[in-house]
């Protein structure tokens, strides 16, 4: 068995989004800059938006975040969207899910401004990606690409079972594995709450993808010899060892797991820290397109 080690791919690609941070310096060219708005103080979206702020200090980005209060009104969020998407200086756009329950993320989503849509939330981005088209590919999906890509994984022929149907990573992710591109080529089932048999379905997978949010769901005696086991999952569970009172888990019983697949995804430090990675190769890119718009650059 082989980690997919994703602090060690994912510095890869910071490495090298830093040094075309530091060539554009030396340009006098706009540095990227991305604007992450949180709304409320949900334990885990700190967690979450506070390493993409640190991702983007750590590779020179431009980063701002906006904290808003969890009281606020679906209108003045739609408001402080309108002004990011004229706001020149902004290249990426990234509200954090999930939102309060007063307000409609569909709009939120739908508001954001398609070339800043760093996430690859926005319906345009999203049917883009299912053509197959030039878009930005939401990051986790994404991050689970290039983390395959590094490791070079063939998934052409393969058939790779995708546990869980959320917009944000199962739905995507099943079609990304299902085009005519690379990593892609596969033979996908998508399962979900409903399926039936899902165990007979997974031992014959050669890829799983779990994401479904439940920690430990994927027992060894769902998965075959030498299939390739990616974890999602980034559930906190009580923890009184932790200094901060829990630990996270992913939805693979790893112990049991990792002694018969061929490789698997830590957690943490597997599909995170590529979420997170992916994240910045989108807001260089928006930004890119951006100034190749304003001055062809
Ligand atoms: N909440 C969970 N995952 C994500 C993500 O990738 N982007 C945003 N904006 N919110 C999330």
Redesign the pocket.
């Known amino acids: 068995m082989q980690l997919l080690d994703g602090k060690l791919a994912s510095q890869a690609i910071k490495d090298d989004l830093k040094s075309k941070v530091k060539e554009l310096k030396e340009q006098g060219s706009k540095i990227p800059h991305l604007a992450a708005l949180l709304v409320g103080n949900n334990g885990s979206?700190e967690t979450?938006i506070a390493s993409k702020v640190r991702g983007c200090e750590e590779i020179g980005f431009k980063s701002t975040l906006i904290r808003l209060a969890e009281t606020i009104s679906e209108e003045d969020l739609l408001e402080t969207i309108h002004k990011l998407n004229y706001d020149n200086d902004i290249d990426g756009i990234?509200?954090?899910?999930?939102l309060p329950k007063h307000i409609s993320e569909e709009k939120i989503i739908n508001l954001i401004e398609p070339a800043k849509d760093v996430?690859g939330?926005h319906p345009i981005n999203i049917g883009k990606m299912v053509q197959g088209s030039e878009t930005f590919i939401?990051?986790?999906p994404y991050g689970i690409l290039l983390l395959l890509q590094h490791y070079k994984i063939e998934t052409k022929g393969m058939h790779a079972v995708v546990i869980g149907r959320s917009n944000?990573?199962g739905r995507p992710i099943s079609i990304l594995l299902s085009r005519n591109d690379e990593p892609g080529n596969c033979t996908v089932t998508l399962c979900h709450s409903h399926t039936k048999n899902l165990k007979e379905i997974c031992l014959q997978a050669d890829i799983i993808i779990a994401a479904l949010g439940k920690p430990g769901f994927l027992k060894a005696d769902m998965v075959k010899n030498d299939a390739v086991i990616i974890d999602v999952g980034i559930t906190r569970v009580n923890d009184k060892s932790k200094k901060n009172g829990y630990s996270i888990k992913g939805d693979v019983d790893f112990e049991n797991v990792s002694t018969k697949c061929s490789y698997i995804t830590p957690v943490p430090g597997g599909v995170g820290p590529m979420?997170i990675a992916a994240?910045l190769k989108n807001t260089f890119k928006a930004n890119r397109l951006k100034q190749s718009l304003v001055n062809g650059q």
């Open positions: 979206s979450y990234l509200v954090q899910l999930p996430d939330f939401s990051a986790t944000i990573v979420t994240l």
